[in-house]
């Protein structure tokens, strides 16, 4: 009888050699073997599941060198063996769970649509075909869904204001430039689950009346790039896409870019720039995309999550959606585990979850076993928290309450070895790196902050260069144009008065 053995091509499991095991298995016998997504416990990449009678039974993380114990053992029926983890449902990291955006990633075949319908895909927009376009916006506007990029624009609001401007022409664009430091959801379910994100976009193009979308995706994801231009072309062949959209009246197409590694072609204007085949720089606003956007027209710019947790919203409704969660924070945050930290990966679990229970209940504290010391949440432009900080709720209120932001859902965790000064100038260092150069604060007083820095290590008349620093975050942060010079005072800042000790070089070299 034919085993369905399942190994992931995610570029995780990939880079840690699920390439090589998944052809050994496939010598294995009478195997059918099916790359999946992965379910992010990356710590256990590459993961592989065989189909047995009891369920889908896990091993990991297989290497090469562990196939010959493993069939030996019985993998191909659920043997017992040391690298056994069981159903990996049950898995704590995976119960613990509340997976709606991710809930298919890593267990169907991303290219396979029947899959994907087989597991509740195409529900969503059978639905917004139904009830139309003001009812679709209505449903993400009740839901609560805010944009999941950084910024947490409710989403529903930026459709409304696209449906209504007027325009001969309306584009969907998302944006898959995933730049956030310590992030990896985009990619994830590009790799593991593209339809849903070709599902959202089109339930957007219906919401608003627009016939084309770009996904706007960065060149660092070759494997991304790969798997969502071949979902693509099944979406065409099977009628998901084109002149009629399940056979529909609608019409929907989908075109994917591809970035050139710039940070700030993530913000959504300097994309946009970008799209059209200039430099990307960042354009002042007004006015909106949603009024003035791509080429001029209309135009919804969504973050690949928060497009791709619309068929579950459509197909499950507003209320469901939106029971979950804290505040103004609704729904599920696929929360991305990094940096320095025991069990890495991806935990979607509603917002409300506090930092310290992802870090260490979750994340089991750091990889190198010494104490956490720091977390910087949200990418380069968010804050550094202390253990101090480990009550805050995941929820965008609350961090901005404390002078951070949750971005993206990135946490990178740091042991006591870091540095936060040399951070503070790492931060600055990046904003003069990536800076679009369109206004002073940020290009400028990047390089400024850089030597200012510079004289505090030296030891350089530290307590006046200190207030010169937090003089220049200040004009930094209310100067710029947009988010990049506007945000980076937050790791800056957040270095300063949670671990001032590391900006006093000299004393603390004294005191050791
Ligand atoms: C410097 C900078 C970089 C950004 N990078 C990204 C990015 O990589 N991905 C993303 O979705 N949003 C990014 N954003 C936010 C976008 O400008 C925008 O808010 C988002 O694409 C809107 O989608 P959403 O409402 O679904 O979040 C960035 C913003 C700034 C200021
Ligand atoms: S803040 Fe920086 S990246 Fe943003 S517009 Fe100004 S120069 Fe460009």
Redesign the pocket.
Known sequence: MTVRVYVPRDAAALALGADAVASLLSQAGDVELVRTGSRGLVWLEPMVEVATSAGRIAYGPVTVADISSLLAAGLLVGGAHPLRLGRPEVLPYLAKQTRLTFARCGIVDPLSLDDYRAHGGLKGIARAIEIGSAATIEQVTQSGL????????P?GI?WKTAAEAKGERKFI?C??????SG?FA?RMLMEGDPFVLIEGMTIAGIAVGATKGYVYT?SEYPHAIATFNAALDVARREGLLGANVLGSSHAFDIEQRVGAGA?????????LDSLEGKRGQ?RTKPPLPAHKGLFGMPTV???????ASVPIIMDKGAEFYREIGLGRSRGTMPIQLAGNIKYGGLFECGFGVTLGELVNDIGGGTLSGRSVRAVQVG?P?GAYFPPALFDTPFDYEAFAARDGLIG?GGIVVFDDTVDLAKQARFAMEFCAE?SCGKCTPCRIGSVRGIEVIDRIAAGEAVDANLDLLRDLCHTMKFGSL???G??IPYPVMSALDHFPEDFRPVRREAAE
């Open positions: 805010r944009g999941r990029g950084g910024a947490g624009f989403t930026k664009v944006n898959a430039d995933e730049g956030d992030t985009d960065r940070y700030v072609c993530g913000e959504e204007t300097s994309l960042v710019i969504n973050n690949v999550v928060s497009l990418g432009l993206h990536e947009c988010a990049l506007g945000f």
